[in-house]
């Protein structure tokens, strides 16, 4: 019996839906229409098309709910890619920030430098060590006249010297760099010596070296160009004194500093091309 119900539901269905209601309407036509035979039609076809309609309307429902679920999915991936691109827009707009607290710094500077001639330069590629510490600089040339040996520096301080200069690029080896050696000096103490570059490969670190052992250095003593290199003119921010120990190495008395300048930051330099009193300290 069941079986031959699941094999004619789809007629049986259609009887209940159409043909009873249409024996309503015939019974409904005549005159009478209070025979039992009536009222028992009458409260079996009402009774159909209330769980036809009920079932039509669960059924008008959950499409219903399913399109909202769909609106709602597309209103979701929508605000997904409004947030996106404004979160890019603000990163753009911090980069945009930095960058000019960075370019209004160097003014700064080369304001206050009057009596060095500065071109600036945009930094565009890095060589990286496996720690992540930037091994050396690399400098778009600009307006051209940058020259090998020219000091690079930043309003923090000096980053190191063009070591390679052609039409399209500049090089810079740090101060950090193991090849590189500046004249210094302690000025408040009047204590001179060299920085020279540790060549370390996971943080950036020199030495001071002095012939003697130096009397009354302390860490956190500012150490500045001496000017007696030719290269960099005297008055310019290396770094400072690490420790109040030094080692001895050879005739040299060692004093680690912490230089000024964190060459992982820098994005702009200023390279040096001249000075007042060049002629001066070349006579030296």
Do not use: W
């Not at 159909?48 to 709910?65: K, R």
């Not at 009397?215 to 310019?236: H, K, W």
Request: net charge negative; proline share 2%.
């Amino acid at each position: 019996m069941y079986s031959i119900f699941q094999r004619y539901k789809n007629q049986i269905a259609s009887f209940f839906a159409v043909v009873i209601p249409l024996s309503l309407m015939y019974f409904n036509s005549r005159d009478s229409g209070n025979s039992f035979l009536e009222k028992g039609m009458l409260y079996l076809t009402g009774s159909v098309q209330h769980l036809i309609f009920s079932v039509f309307d669960e059924a008008g429902g959950l499409v219903s709910g399913y399109v909202d679920l769909l609106n709602v999915e597309k209103d979701n991936e929508r605000l997904k890619r409004e947030n996106e691109i404004l979160l890019s827009e603000v990163v753009k707009a911090r980069k945009v920030i930095l960058e000019n607290k960075r370019l209004q710094s160097l003014c700064e500077f080369k304001k206050e430098k009057k009596e060095l001639a500065m071109q600036a330069a945009r930094v565009i590629g890095k060589d990286i060590s496996p720690y992540y510490t930037v091994m050396r600089l690399y400098l778009e040339s600009g307006e051209g006249g940058i020259k090998n040996g020219m000091p690079v520096v930043t309003n923090d301080g000096v980053v190191g010297r063009i070591v390679r200069a052609t039409a399209d690029y500049s090089e810079v080896m740090l101060l950090a760099d193991s090849r590189s050696q500046v004249n210094v000096e302690i000025p408040a103490k009047g204590i001179k010596g060299v920085l020279k570059g540790k060549g370390l490969n996971n943080r950036y670190a020199a030495n001071f070296l002095l012939v003697e052992k130096g009397e009354g250095i302390q860490a956190g003593d500012m150490i500045i160009t001496s000017g007696y290199d030719r290269v960099f003119p005297r008055g310019l921010e290396v770094g400072t004194v690490a420790g109040d120990h030094s080692k001895q190495a050879g005739i040299y008395f060692e004093y680690e500093v912490d230089l000024a300048v964190n060459f992982s930051l820098v994005e702009e330099v200023l390279v040096i091309t001249g000075y007042q009193g060049e002629e001066e300290a070349a006579g030296k």
